[in-house]
């Protein structure tokens, strides 16, 4: 008698709880579906557009896409070598420091962390702002470099792809530096002594230890970097000139100057295609899910 | 102690560490003999590991000399020592394999892949791992990724082996086992093993000779048999295994104890309480007996009291008995006949040679 009740009352319990989970993720998914799957399938929508604004029609326009190769190639080229340099002076520069950091930082440690998150205490526009006006053709900068004769009496910095490349490092330099750092902080010390303790040099330690074991933080610092890098537009129009444009400035300009939705949008789901193609095998290669301990 | 040549494997000459605000290790002066199982052994914070971190080269000494056979190696980095580690979390390389990490200090040394292959091979045989040889350390146990941590030093045929509490992370069972397999390995390669432990039961099983160290001094060195019968201080009859420690008179080869009991020393003891007009003595738990009233051959040394405390601890019983004057003293009896109540009154006795004192 008992049991005949007691016994659905488990099963509902036990059904109640395991839809527990689900419920959890609920609002990601919608999160997912209204924010990035409704938008990019309207993108995909608006990409295969034509017509006069504002009277755009869907025509399954493939020719939007096509202008990517035939009218925007230079755009294209200049994104992909801007913010591919970018990431690796990044790198070359992250590296050093987060180890400098982790490793000799002792009671500093925080503190320089909080020292490296600084410049985000001020906005993105106003710190590039202010690099236009370090690298001014009547700055300090441009005159000490002519003064020491390392540039020539007509030479500028500002409007260069030098000062592009030069404002990406800058800005995201951080998100470069904080995974490394979080990868070898946690690195236990004792794996460094025992490369020691067998023999292995310094140099040969880091190599065969602490590098490989590192490897997570440098290919999330590449990716942190190299994603937004590749679709930045705000150091070309402050730090550069029309012939440093890349695809970023392309879009924003079909978008909101020109108003040619379609193109913009043909563009816009390219880029993101490109640069999943491009990371994919990087990310492979890397092997970093075997790294995670 | 010391191979035929007669120069010991280590030598420590009065080496001080000292860090910012306390002094680790305080001019210890300590020679190591060749193919000796070594155990330094005390609480945490006794200096024990900054002394086998200073052999080892991870840590340089403030002021002393370190000397490997005969070689002094002060200041010299741990890379350019002939001595490997076997860490306390193993330090296992975890983006490499079992082979890998055991062939690692080959590797460095730049031995041709051939010998390394043969290497690898015996000496995963000699620590039972050859089946494991791919996998990873996080695929492993416990158990097993001390093997490899051990097979990780001892390919490179260290003449010392450095052990920093190699067993402490494993359960009880797995830890006497690993015991026995270290003593068996360290006697099969023939090597020097210094072992650094704060269970004085796993240096007691395994080492040769045992250094109890308490605050940057060595208190007692010894075999653990040595040590063990005649602690000398109180830290160290404390530390290792269990001691009735009582403080009495010296009257030539005698003790008088507060409650009037004579306890009788043998000639050795005896000459170390010359000039002392009072002493602290002590005796094992086992070492005394309970005895009736009427019983023959009653050893000289006797208290009466009364079990206060029984715990049958199954091969053996222990008992707290009150001594009026004394205090509690601790009786280990082997269960081989009755077991005595608490509220019982009792003599227990022991033998002269068991009574040892303590400065």
């Given amino acids: 008698m008992t049991t005949a009740t007691a016994e659905p009352e488990l099963a509902r319990m036990a059904r109640r709880r395991a839809m527990v989970p689900y419920l959890l993720l609920l609002p990601g998914i919608a999160w997912l579906i209204f924010f990035f799957m409704v938008p990019i399938l309207r993108l995909i929508g608006v990409s295969l557009q034509s017509g006069i604004y504002p009277n755009y029609e869907f025509t399954w326009e493939w020719g939007n896409y096509a ?108 998100f470069m530096t904080l995974p490394i750092y979080v990868s070898l902080e946690k690195l236990d010390r004792s794996l460094i ?68 939705y379609p193109v913009a949008a043909a563009l816009s789901f390219t880029l993101m295609i ?11 290669a890397t092997g970093t899910d075997e790294l995670v301990a | 102690m010391t191979a035929e040549n007669g120069i010991p494997a280590v030598e ?42 200073m ?52 590797r460095r040394q730049k031995v041709d892949d051939a010998e390394i292959k043969q290497r690898v091979g015996e000496t995963l045989e000699l620590v039972q791992l050859s089946a494991r040889r791919g996998a990873k350390p996080k695929q492993l146990s416990g158990g097993q990724q001390q093997r490899v941590a051990l097979a990780r030093a001892l390919i490179n045929h260290p003449r010392v082996l450095l052990l920093d509490e190699p067993l402490g992370a494993l359960d009880l069972k797995l830890r006497k086992e690993m015991q026995i397999e270290l003593k068996r390995i360290q006697q099969e390669v023939g090597i ?44 160290v009859a404390g530390f290792l295994g269990a001691s009735n420690l009582m403080n009495g008179t010296v009257s030539g080869n005698e003790v008088g104890l507060p409650n009037g009991s004579v306890i009788r020393l043998t000639d050795i003891q005896a000459a170390r309480c010359n000039g002392h007009a009072t002493v602290q003595i002590g ?19 006797r208290l009466t009291g009364v079990i206060a405390d029984t715990s049958f601890q199954g091969v053996s019983t222990q008992y707290l008995v009150e001594v009026p004057g004394i205090g509690q003293v601790a009786v280990v009896e082997q269960n081989l006949g009755e077991i005595h109540a608490p509220g019982e009154e009792v003599l227990m006795a022991w033998k002269p040679e068991h009574t040892f004192v303590v400065e």
């Fill in chain 2, 12 to 53: 420590l000459d009065r080496v001080t560490k000292q860090f910012a605000d306390f002094t680790a290790v305080h001019e210890l002066t300590l020679s190591i003999g060749e193919n000796t199982f070594f155990a330094m052994l005390g609480p945490s914070g006794c200096g024990k590991t900054t002394t086998l971190r």
């Fill in chain 2, 283 to 301: 005796v094992r738990p086992e070492k005394l007996s309970f005895f009736g009233n009427g019983d023959a051959n009653v050893p000289v040394n």
């Fill in chain 1, 67 to 174: 202008q990517l190769w035939t009218t925007y190639r230079g755009q294209v080229w200049n994104s992909l070598r801007f913010a591919f340099t970018a990431t690796v002076i990044c790198l070359v520069l992250a590296y050093p420091l987060a180890y400098f950091i982790a490793f000799r930082g002792g009671k500093w440690k925080n503190f320089l962390v909080v020292m490296l998150l600084m410049p985000f205490l001020m906005p993105f526009l106003l710190r590039t702002l202010s690099w236009k006006i370090i690298l001014a053709d009547e700055g300090l900068v441009v005159s000490t470099l002519k003064g020491l004769g390392l540039l020539g009496p007509n030479a500028t910095l500002l409007a260069t792809s030098a000062a592009v490349i030069a404002g990406i490092a800058y800005n995201f330099l951080p």
């Fill in chain 2, 55 to 106: 052999i080892g080269g991870f840590e340089d000494p403030t002021s002393g000399t370190i000397r490997l056979h005969g070689e002094d190696v002060t200041g010299l980095k741990p890379y350019r020592r002939a001595v490997n580690t076997v860490f306390q979390s193993y330090a296992l390389f975890p983006h490499m394999t079992v082979e890998e990490n055991v062939a690692f200090g080959l």
């Fill in chain 2, 192 to 235: 020097t093993f210094i072992h650094v432990t704060h269970d004085q039961e796993e240096a007691m099983t395994m080492a040769d000779t045992i250094a109890v160290m308490n605050q940057g001094r060595i208190e007692r060195l010894g075999s653990p048999s040595q040590i063990y019968e005649d602690p000398r201080t109180p830290f």
């Fill in chain 1, 274 to 284: 490109a640069i999943v193609v491009l990371l994919v095998p990087y990310v492979r």
């Fill in chain 1, 193 to 260: 002594e025992a490369a020691a303790d067998l023999y292995a040099t310094p140099a040969e330690a880091f190599r065969k230890v602490t590098l490989p074991l590192s490897m997570p933080g440098v290919v999330a610092g590449t990716l942190l970097t190299f994603i937004p890098a590749v679709g930045d537009y705000v150091n070309v129009l402050l730090l550069g000139s029309p012939n440093e444009f890349m695809i970023g400035n392309v879009i924003q300009s079909r978008f909101l100057n020109v108003l040619d």
